[in-house]
């Protein structure tokens, strides 16, 4: 099984700050999806990106996936209140098996 | 968009008795359906992966005996916890590929507790 090595897995910043979220593998996936979760919900996806180098903006969320389709990132400028709660970064293995990240929980003060 | 929904939402039941839980896509047909466990403060792990008119497929280290799977339909898979223990308590999140597979849609999630 491949693994996803997300970090930091805890950020608690005040409302304005800029912020980036990391997702590491040793492994190259087929494309790489951005989930967002509330506490006891279901994850909702945020972005999938499948080719190496890509960037994708979704309002103040930019997305990118490296040149090798290794890793990925995402960036949140000018954070909200809004923006709090749990990232989490999704690998596709293969057949839409998907291998998950720790999660990043952040915490957007105001 | 695309939903899929999760019956029941939450659910406690006694040690040793049996737990469904249905995971439907309401709006699309889904070939494929995943079934994830997730604990508190932990990501999602994958459990099976279950496909239309076929016998699921399990992940390493999750008994089949147990977690029996069942999609009879292209608009409803089941996940039956078997003789639930109180290492069961979990939140069970489903999730379904439409025909085309490139996106997963993901239920609402189930939490169980037992007691």
């Known amino acids: 099984t491949q693994l996803l090595e997300q970090s930091p897995q805890f950020l608690s910043i005040q409302e304005g700050e800029n912020l980036t979220v990391y997702c590491n593998s040793s492994s190259v996936f087929s494309s790489l999806q951005w989930y967002r979760q509330e506490p006891g919900e279901g994850p909702v996806l945020l972005v999938t990106?499948?080719?190496?180098?890509e960037v994708k903006k979704l309002k103040r969320l930019t997305f990118q996936f490296g040149d090798a389709r290794k890793d990925s990132s995402l960036h949140i400028t000018a954070a909200q209140p809004g923006d709090t709660g749990l990232y989490l970064c999704a690998g596709d293995q293969g057949a839409q098996k998907l291998v998950f990240g720790q999660g990043t929980r952040l915490t957007i003060n105001p | 968009g695309a939903v899929v929904s999760q019956h029941p939402s939450w659910v406690i039941c006694k040690s040793g008795t049996s737990v469904k839980i249905e995971c439907r896509s309401l709006?699309?047909?889904?070939?494929?359906m995943f079934w994830y466990r997730q604990f508190p403060k932990q990501s999602l792990m994958l459990m099976a992966t279950?496909?239309?008119?076929?016998?699921?497929?399990?992940e390493q280290g999750v008994e089949k005996d147990k977690f029996l799977i069942n999609h009879a339909s292209l608009t409803l898979s089941t996940l039956t916890v078997t003789s639930a223990h109180p290492e069961d308590s979990s939140f069970y999140i489903c999730?379904?590929?439409?025909?085309?597979?490139?996106?997963?849609?993901f239920g609402p999630g189930t939490r169980l507790l037992v007691l």
């Open positions: 990106v499948v080719t190496g180098g």
């Open positions: 999730s379904a590929a439409d025909r085309a597979g490139e996106t997963q849609y």
């Open positions: 709006d699309f047909q889904a070939t494929t």
């Open positions: 279950s496909n239309e008119g076929s016998k699921a497929t399990y």
